[in-house]
């Protein structure tokens, strides 16, 4: 991003400000999806001086996932005016004259992420409490209904039985596409298996998309903002559960490095007041990890084509073994 | 012996970032790009030794297991499955000069798949099995099992 196209951009959004200013803009790492810029917006209104820690989300030339930011945007204002945890949105611009690509602006929240797994060195009194608000504001966000949130443009499932079938065709075929040819047996196997046994939600809700340990902001007092809602879509309440809980993100029997799995879902369940159905829940288990991988092999293809030069994507490489190594005990394969 | 070798580059590459490029980089971003380009040179040097040893053994055990599942006879794989075809296809890809691992690597998601629908005869399954188990431990010598919390 440009800060002097930045500053000119923002006079025209904000025309009630004088003296803004862009300060300290820079990339920043992590939103692996999109590039992320952070900065201070400072800025003269009714005689006061203001000051607000933005961050920039502009499209990336290549990278890990194929997302609409019209969509992303969307989603995280309804969320906001819903009452959800997540930085307050500002602007869009779809025009890609602006900035080279598409991008758009928001509030920067306080507070630190990691890369996965809740980071064991925090006090036990920070885990729990970051704990209790991942389950419960995913309880918030599943009470939601998606008409009254605006959300419709998601794409609603037809039937109950729609959002298995979509999720699974929908990445299958990001799996034919990005493979580049080569063969991955249990993933292959995985794909066919979510075909043979889909499962019929009970209910459809607005769904993160990846709402896992990594994915939010905190503090000592808890959650502060969930953050990354590019893979939003309406689906199965099961499939956001299943995500989090995947072995994946915290290796051990802690679901994310928050909380012991079953205690994490009973959290679930007290905080919903639905029971968890135990097969949707290993169906998106195993959705998720096939998913990840896909993930993975859709970032080592933009690198490998040159769409992206972002040094982290040839390490995705090595999260498939325990992915495929997930999978492959999911569907008793060794 | 030409000089400097390729592993010696590699290492020559990674202090050449870390000691001239890296003090002058102010951008977080660019600092992290910048270890995680040394890191893709240290995962480069052990791929090159360690990846044609990975080849020779994946397509060796592909060309095993397939010969053990041919042993077992047609009586095994059922006609339904469309497993025959894959074996057929898998023995003419293994006994090419060189073999076509990637033929071979189709016809075992073929059998991979069969093995988790539950349509695979119990002793083909098992030399399934016990091909994928090696399979992922090779791949976990040589790429190791990271994952984001790891």
Redesign the interface.
């Known amino acids: 991003m440009d800060q002097l196209r930045l500053t000119e951009y923002l006079k025209r959004k904000m025309p009630h400000a004088s003296g803004l200013r862009v300060v300290g803009l820079?990339?920043?790492?992590g939103g692996s999806s999109r590039e992320t810029y952070a900065f201070e917006l400072e800025w003269i209104e009714d005689g006061n001086q203001r000051t607000r820690p933005m961050i920039g989300r502009r499209d990336p030339t290549g990278g890990l996932l194929k997302s609409d930011r019209e969509r992303e945007f969307r989603v995280i204002d309804a969320m906001h005016r819903a009452g959800l945890k997540v930085p307050e949105p500002l602007f869009l611009e779809l025009d890609a004259s602006v900035m080279d690509r598409p991008f758009f602006i928001m509030h920067r929240a306080p507070g630190q992420t990691g890369?996965?797994?809740f980071p064991a060195a925090e006090p036990e009194s920070t885990r729990l409490k970051v704990a209790n608000d991942f389950i419960g504001e995913l309880a918030r966000l599943q009470s939601l209904d998606y008409r009254e949130c605006g959300l419709e443009i998601l794409g609603a499932p037809k039937n109950l039985e729609d959002p298995a079938r979509i999720q699974t065709a929908h990445w299958n075929d990001i799996y034919e596409r990005d493979r580049m040819?080569?063969?991955?047996?249990?993933l292959?196997?995985?794909f066919?298996?979510l075909k043979?046994n889909p499962v019929v939600s009970d209910r459809i809700v607005i769904v993160h998309g990846d709402y896992r340990s990594?994915n939010y902001l905190y503090d000592e007092n808890g959650i502060i903002a969930m953050l990354d809602w590019e893979m939003a879509h309406l689906g199965d309440p099961m499939e956001d559960l299943g995500w989090a809980s995947m072995l994946?993100?915290?290796?051990d029997e802690f679901a994310g490095?928050l909380m012991e799995r079953e205690a994490f879902y009973r959290l679930y369940e007290e905080k919903t007041g639905n029971p968890i159905d135990r097969k949707r829940l290993f169906f998106y288990q195993v959705l998720g990890n096939a998913k990840m991988a896909v993930i993975c092999l859709t970032g080592i293809r933009d690198f490998v084509e040159r769409r992206t030069s972002?040094?982290?994507m040839?390490?995705l490489?090595?999260?498939?073994?325990?992915l495929?190594?997930d999978l492959?005990n999911q569907?008793?394969?060794? | 012996m030409l000089r400097p070798t390729l592993n010696e580059l590699i290492s020559g590459m990674q202090r050449t970032i870390i000691e001239a490029l890296m003090p002058e980089l102010t951008?977080?971003?660019?600092q992290?790009?910048?270890m995680?380009?040394i890191?893709?040179l240290a995962?480069a040097a052990a791929i090159l030794e360690s990846a044609p040893a990975y080849d020779a053994a994946e397509i060796k055990d592909l060309r095993t297991t397939f010969a053990a599942i041919k042993r077992l006879g047609d009586k095994h794989l059922s006609k339904k499955s469309g497993l025959r075809g894959a074996l057929a296809r898998a023995t003419r890809a293994s006994t090419k000069a060189p073999p076509d691992r990637?033929a071979m690597?189709?016809a075992?998601?073929e059998?991979?798949?069969a093995?988790?629908?539950g349509q695979a005869d119990d002793r083909v399954a098992r030399h399934?099995?016990g091909y994928?188990?090696r399979h992922?431990e090779r791949?976990?010598v040589l790429?190791?099992?990271?994952?984001?919390?790891?």
Request: proline letters at 6%; zero cysteines.
């Open positions: 820079k990339r920043i790492s890369m996965g797994a040819d080569e063969q991955y047996p249990i292959t196997a995985a066919a298996w043979a990594g994946f993100w915290g290796r490095g972002d040094a982290v040839p390490f490489e090595l999260l498939l073994p325990q495929l190594g492959a569907l008793r394969l060794v | 951008s977080p971003y660019a992290n790009q910048a995680s380009a890191g893709m995962h990637r690597e189709a075992m998601a059998f991979t798949t093995v988790a629908l399934v099995r994928l188990g992922l791949s976990r790429l190791g099992g990271a994952s984001p919390s790891a």
